[in-house]
């Protein structure tokens, strides 16, 4: 009958759930008829007792009666008809007044082998209006027709609940087989018939489509085709990583990286090599026996060191750390290796191995070293160069930078490194636009003779821009600075000196021209003079012979300014044969003789003649500029003319007295500053004064003769040449000037030093 249903053999399910559906309904089918019968037992029982209570309230009273009137036999008649009612079996009546306990009358049978129910009622009669208890009468009930009963209603309850809890457990195997197994076998042969090659059918179950909810079968369906969409999904993945990992495998082979494990033990005992560890010269099986350990592949020179480093690494919990050592190949060539390692711990965090990439990189290494031999040549090229090498980007910030450069600013590699160029060079700020254009255009350009301020000097530098043309990093240039200070100073010097010797050749000729009218006018100055004087015998006689007063003409001379003129003739003369004196200088070479001298002993001699000469009191007052006094001590002597050295310091200290007075200081004071230093095989003296500086255009003038920014009839303007030829052609030094509008003026002088040693 179940296999009717289409439950096939060997299901299990079906006839386990029908045994529980049939022990759940019998149970329950049980236990419900037993609180039927129950209730029935209770209905029956309550009938008794309401028949009992019945002939207490019906024939108690008539009984008491008759028995009160001794009418034995109407109490029998009543007992019979109380036998009738429903379950009494058995009543009986005792007589109190007769004093006996026997019946007196009776109806029924007493049952003794069923169960019953008795009841004493006592029997009350009224007399007089009193209530005389004249017996009792005993009712027994017997229960067996209600056992009877229930039997027979048992029986059929059974029968009844067992036939429908057959047929509804039956009913229910069919929905559920309908509902539920059915869809298992069908998942369970599902289930069965998919294999890893068997994954593009879906799983559907028999069942009519409508418009119903999803059910849990449906979740179950749905569950099983998105498992077998994972799982297609999770195999093509497995193919492709095994794919994937199959061609890992065989790059890493075919690769330069060789994979290493080992242990983190003594001798660090290796426990994976990959196979390609054969290119380094190893076979990987001595590895995985055991016979060679990692740490006897690695250079003799290298092991304690490495072994060093990943001590501390793990002593600092790195987890990948890279190293480079060398390592000897079985046939004894030293290989350069790069390892990179992993850490591997175990779960209370202590080391348990490595895990190590290789990679062979002695070509590497090589090109590294000529390299860095490359570019410690090229930089040790660089910096060998006097001339200073700034290397700027498109933007003007320094990227390279060469010792000159450093030993002239003072500033290292490191502290200019992507500072803008003009923060270091504040002086190429005006030339900026014009290195920016050399970079934009790619043309090599050149500015000459550019003034530079370095620690209070004026040096004049010729700027050279290279473009970088092939930059990687979007442009730039290299700016090169050779310093032209002294070779602008020897050009000056020559041209002045060309400009000294044509003017020397006509000073000569004009001063011996000169001379002999000049020596008339001086003469006859002097002669009228000496006539017009009253202090001499001579011309008092003459004057007494003509009728004259000499007093009186002298005082007519005076106050007609005669005397002035001839005074005025004779400083005329004087300057004049100065100037002449001035002109010859240039014409021959001093023949005086030279000493060896201290320049800070000449300095102090000429300061005291500049303080005392009376023609600089007069008109600049020397006391009111401060002399400050910066000498090096220990400095060699030079070989001078004394009185020549003294005159250009003279001249010196006059010129810069002169500018100071042209200047209004407020608060501040004008101070001369004289600095002694040794410059080499040179005595370097320097002459500052902060007053109002000079143009460029005048500093380039200074040493011209006839050349003055005085008034006229203030200065010759031949002071400084005169100074110049006396320093440069008769001492053969250097005389230069430094100075810029506002900022004060520096004149520098630089002498041969000479070395005295012990005999």
Not at 98 to 113: D, K, N, Q, V, Y
Not at 119 to 133: E, M, S
Not at 580 to 609: T, Y
Not at 693 to 713: A, I, L, S
Request: some cysteine.
């Amino acid at each position: 009958m179940i296999k009717s249903f289409g439950i096939r053999k060997g299901q299990v399910l079906p006839y386990r759930l029908l045994i529980y559906i049939l022990i759940c309904s019998s149970f329950f089918a049980i236990l419900g008829t037993s609180v039927q019968l129950y209730m029935e037992y209770r209905s029956d029982v309550d009938e008794i007792g309401t028949a009992m209570s019945q002939i207490d309230d019906s024939y108690a009273n008539t009984i008491a009666a008759s028995l009160w009137d001794i009418n034995i036999e109407h109490v029998g008649i009543q007992l019979d008809g109380a036998l009738k009612l429903p379950g009494i079996r058995y009543l009986e009546v005792t007589d109190k007044t007769a004093g006996t306990s026997e019946p007196i009358a009776s109806a029924g049978l007493r049952p003794f082998l069923s169960r019953t129910i008795e009841r004493a009622f006592p029997l009350i009669h009224n007399v007089d209006g009193k209530k005389v208890d004249v017996g009792q009468l005993v009712v027994v009930a017997d229960l067996q027709d209600v056992f009877s009963r229930l039997k027979h209603r048992v029986f059929i309850v059974l029968m009844t609940q067992a036939v429908k809890t057959f047929l509804v457990a039956l009913f229910i195997l069919m929905i559920i087989h309908y509902l539920v197994t059915r869809h298992l076998q069908t998942v369970a042969d599902y289930a069965r018939e998919t294999d890893i090659d068997n994954l593009e059918r879906p799983l559907v179950l028999n069942r009519r489509k409508s418009n119903r909810k999803s059910d849990e079968l449906d979740m179950v369906v749905k569950a099983f085709n998105e498992m077998r969409v994972n799982l297609i999904g999770d195999i093509e993945k497995r193919k492709k990583t095994e794919e994937a990992l199959r061609q890992s495998n065989m790059i890493v082979e075919n690769s330069p990286v060789v994979l290493f494990k080992w242990f983190a033990q003594e001798g660090w005992p290796v426990e994976l090599v990959s196979k390609n560890v054969t290119q380094l010269g190893f076979d990987p099986e001595e590895f995985m026996s055991g016979e060679v350990k990692f740490i006897d592949v690695i250079h003799p020179d290298d092991r304690a060191r490495v072994e060093a480093e990943v001590g501390e690494y793990i002593r600092l919990e790195v987890d990948t750390f890279t190293q480079d050592y060398r390592m000897v190949a079985p046939d004894g060539r030293i290989l350069w290796i790069e390892d990179s390692t992993t850490v591997v711990r175990d779960d209370d965090g202590n080391t348990a191995s490595f895990m190590g990439i290789v990679i062979d990189v002695s070509e590497r290494k090589s090109a590294e070293n000529e390299l860095v031999h490359l570019r410690n040549l090229l930089k040790n090229t660089i910096d060998s160069m006097p001339t200073v090498l700034v290397g700027v980007d498109e933007k003007g910030a320094i990227i390279q930078w060469n010792r000159s450069a450093e030993e002239e600013t003072g500033l290292s590699w490191e502290e200019v490194q992507g500072v803008p160029l003009v923060s270091v060079f504040p002086q190429l700020q005006s030339k900026f636009e014009f290195i920016m254009e050399a970079i934009s255009s790619s043309e090599v350009r050149e500015k000459t003779k550019v003034p530079f301020t370095v620690s209070g000097s004026i040096l004049y530098k010729n700027l050279k821009v290279y473009p970088l043309l092939d930059s990687e990093e979007g442009g730039g240039a290299v700016l090169l600075m050779d310093d032209v200070t002294m070779k602008s100073r020897l050009e000056e010097m020559m041209i002045q000196t060309e400009k000294m010797m044509s003017v020397g050749g006509l000073a000569a000729g004009m001063a011996h021209e000169i001379n002999n009218p000049l020596g008339a006018i001086l003469s006859g100055v002097q002669g009228t003079e000496r006539r017009l004087s009253p202090s001499l015998p001579k011309n008092v006689q003459v004057a007494s012979e003509l009728g004259l007063n000499l007093n009186v003409v002298q005082e007519y001379m005076d106050k007609r300014g005669i005397l002035g003129y001839l005074r005025g003739i004779s400083d005329a003369g004087r300057r004049a044969a100065q100037i002449v004196r001035n002109m010859l200088e240039f014409s021959r070479k001093s023949e005086s003789v030279r000493s060896l001298m201290g320049v800070k002993d000449i300095l102090e001699k000429s300061l005291s003649l500049a303080a005392n000469d009376y023609d600089l009191k007069k008109k600049y007052d020397f006391k009111t500029i401060e002399i400050r006094r910066d000498f090096e001590q220990g400095l060699p002597k030079v070989n001078i003319t004394e009185t020549e050295i003294e005159q250009v310091f003279l001249n010196l200290f006059k010129n810069a007295a002169h500018a100071m007075s042209e200047k209004d200081y407020g608060d501040e004071r004008p101070s001369l500053t004289l600095r002694t230093r040794q410059d080499g095989k040179y005595v370097r003296i320097e002459v500052e004064d902060n007053g109002p500086g000079m143009e460029e255009d005048v500093r380039k003038r200074v040493f011209e003769p006839f050349y003055t920014t005085k008034h006229v009839g203030l200065g010759t303007g031949l002071g400084l040449s005169v100074s110049y030829f006396i320093i440069a052609r008769n001492h053969e030094g250097e005389f230069f000037v430094e100075s810029e509008l506002g900022k004060g003026t520096t004149f520098v002088i630089r002498l041969p030093a000479i070395v005295v040693t012990g005999v």
